[in-house]
């Protein structure tokens, strides 16, 4: 007998990794509930999706309006209601200038998606999570800011703090129900994170990856789907990755 398709929910699928990892889990046969903000885009990539192994629904859905998200689950058609895999992707960081000189809405942007965004969607989620029991997994996309501080990481790296944290403290609550959690936190990735950090910088966005090997939206789709293909018994709790040539500075010292 074959086994029925799982089902996985990826937020954030317009760009970067978000659509690299609804690519990688249809091409693999899982059923994609992909979702984010900009329809043209969620249409093309259903387009592109059509003939994969796996079926494909996209919607439109902003993470920080709880209201939608609600009701967006509510209203998953029949064959894409049973979730296996949450990727909690939709994010994204702004204002790279330091602190004292960030507009007060960027912070709250970057909380209302990263924090507030990413609990409502897991909020709506954890029934079916549950219902689908062992082998059913959550994915946060947290980050290296999550751990090591840099000038200009501000609310963006806490935001990331955060997703580790919560994935923890879930880890301890959903025991028993074999839902798994993890933090996958990424380094230096090309995707268009920095465009949109930088309100349309392209320039800023092209040097920052020039002249080096930054990890790709494959690479780290590659990973999501790693882990959520898991035994069901084993759980990764936190998965760091680097670009081969990032790594970290030394402590900064102010001097006369
Ligand atoms: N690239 C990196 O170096 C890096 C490193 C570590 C972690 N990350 C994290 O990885 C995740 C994906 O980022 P990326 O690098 O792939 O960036 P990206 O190419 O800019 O993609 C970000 C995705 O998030 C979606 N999004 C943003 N705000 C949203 C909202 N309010 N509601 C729904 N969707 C929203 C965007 O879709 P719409 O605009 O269409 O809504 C887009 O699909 C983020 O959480 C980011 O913090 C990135």
Not at 199 to 225: C, H, N, V, W
């Given at each position: 007998m074959t086994e029925p398709a799982k089902t996985v929910f990826v937020t954030g699928a317009t760009s970067g990794f978000g659509r690299a990892t609804a690519r990688r889990f249809a091409k693999a046969g899982w059923r994609v509930v992909a979702s984010g903000r900009r329809r043209e885009r969620l249409d093309a990539l259903a387009q592109e999706l059509q003939g994969e192994a796996g079926e494909t629904h996209v919607m439109t859905l902003d993470v920080r309006d709880s209201e939608a998200v609600k009701k967006a689950v509510q209203n998953l058609p029949e064959g894409f209601r049973a979730i296996t895999c949450l990727v909690n992707n939709a994010g994204l960081a702004l204002a790279p200038e330091p602190a004292q000189k960030v507009d007060l809405a960027d912070w709250h942007t970057m909380i209302d998606t990263n924090v507030t965004g990413l609990v409502n969607v897991t909020h709506a989620l954890l029934p079916t999570l549950i219902e689908t029991g062992r082998g059913a997994s959550i994915i946060n996309l947290g980050s290296v800011a999550g751990q090591w501080p840099y000038p200009g990481g501000h609310v963006y790296g806490a935001s990331k703090a955060f997703v580790e944290q919560f994935g923890y403290n879930l880890r301890c609550d959903l025991l028993g129900t074999g839902?798994?959690?993890?933090?996958?936190?990424?380094?230096?990735?090309?995707?268009?994170?920095?465009?949109?950090?930088?309100?349309?910088?392209?320039?800023?966005?092209?040097?920052?990856?020039?002249?080096?090997?930054?990890?790709?939206?494959?690479?780290?789709?590659?990973?999501?789907?790693?882990?959520?293909?898991?035994?069901?018994?084993?759980?990764?709790?936190?998965?760091?990755?680097?670009?081969?040539r990032q790594a970290w500075s030394p402590f900064a010292i102010d001097r006369d």
């Open positions: 839902v798994r959690v993890t933090d996958v936190a990424p380094g230096l990735s090309e995707t268009e994170f920095t465009l949109v950090r930088t309100k349309g910088d392209q320039a800023a966005s092209d040097r920052l990856y020039a002249g080096t090997e930054p990890m790709q939206p494959e690479d780290i789709a590659d990973q999501i789907f790693h882990v959520a293909n898991l035994p069901a018994h084993v759980n990764i709790n936190r998965m760091e990755l680097m670009a081969t």
